[in-house]
């Protein structure tokens, strides 16, 4: 999962932001074109999905095409009043967002929600559990795991140890999980199973991408990590990743 908190401070967000509001009708009347602050999350995010982190793709129908997603639902029983308020988008690949997380967005407790809210400020009383990676950190919430299932060897998420059970953090963390099928890939979890296929795709190619650094990390093997990060192009391609920050942090265990 990929730290997008650097997308509010971005040279370019301003600038986006007066453009967005330039065509945006009065009162919202209409939906906004909130797809140009597309390739700004892009940029952010080195062209992945902040959420499964999966390379996205230029085709409209592809289930890893980048999507622009309302984080917190603009349905009328949900949050309509944040419909054009760009703090409350989200940059996800098709699959998160349409088939994982939908209209989808649970609170803590039911009655805090701010349906009348108009700025995302509104919501500070809220406890949702589910967090935007754009707001907080996701390495405050989750470890990798390099695990072998009967699916295959696969990279997935699980809860922080350093996070209390029951903790409201503890709920948000497996809430993430959960929802967006990026673990426990034993239980069915996933809405169908050409999601599940798909997620699980997913997640075998980035235990490919990351097993051999993680197996040097692991075992302090100073050559083997040398001949890893001396390769330019190959170093490169791991810093797009949010995971490489995990593995430099040692947030990790191969099971």
């Given amino acids: 999962m990929i730290d997008m908190s650097g997308i ?22 209409s939906d906004c ?7 700004l ?11 499964c982190e999966v390379e996205l793709v230029e085709s409209p129908n592809h289930p890893y095409s980048a999507t ?24 996800m690949c098709s699959l998160c967002n349409n088939r994982y997380k939908a209209a989808k967005f649970p609170l803590l407790d039911e009655t805090k929600r701010a349906t009348k809210a108009k700025t995302i400020t509104d919501t500070r009383c809220e406890q949702p559990l589910l967090f935007n990676p754009a707001e907080e950190k ?16 696969i990279l997935e998420l699980k809860r922080n140890p350093k996070i209390p059970k029951n903790s409201y953090h503890y709920r948000r963390s497996a809430e993430m999980i959960k929802l967006f099928g990026l ?19 997913v997640l075998r190619l980035h235990n490919l991408v990351f097993i051999e650094l993680a197996q040097a990390i692991r075992d302090n093997n ?22 490489f920050e995990f593995l430099k942090k040692k947030q990790f265990s191969i099971q």
């Fill in 41 to 51: 999350h892009k940029s952010v995010s080195n062209n992945k999905c902040p959420i």
């Fill in 68 to 91: 622009i997603d309302h984080f917190r639902p603009k349905a009328s029983d949900m949050y309509p009043g944040l419909k054009c308020e760009p703090k409350n988008y989200i940059l």
């Fill in 33 to 39: 074109n909130w797809s140009i602050f597309q390739d």
């Fill in 8 to 29: 509010f401070s971005h040279n370019d967000y301003n600038d986006t932001v007066v453009k967005f509001n330039e065509f945006k009708t009065p009162n919202c009347s």
């Fill in 138 to 153: 996701p390495l405050d919430f989750f470890e990798l795991v390099f695990r072998i299932t009967e699916a295959g060897n």
């Fill in 183 to 201: 673990g426990y890939v034993h239980k069915d979890i996933h809405p169908d199973e050409d999601s599940k296929a798909l997620r699980l795709d």
């Fill in 222 to 243: 100073i050559k083997a990590l040398a001949l890893i990060l001396q390769d330019k192009n190959r170093k490169e391609m791991l810093k797009k990743y949010g995971f």
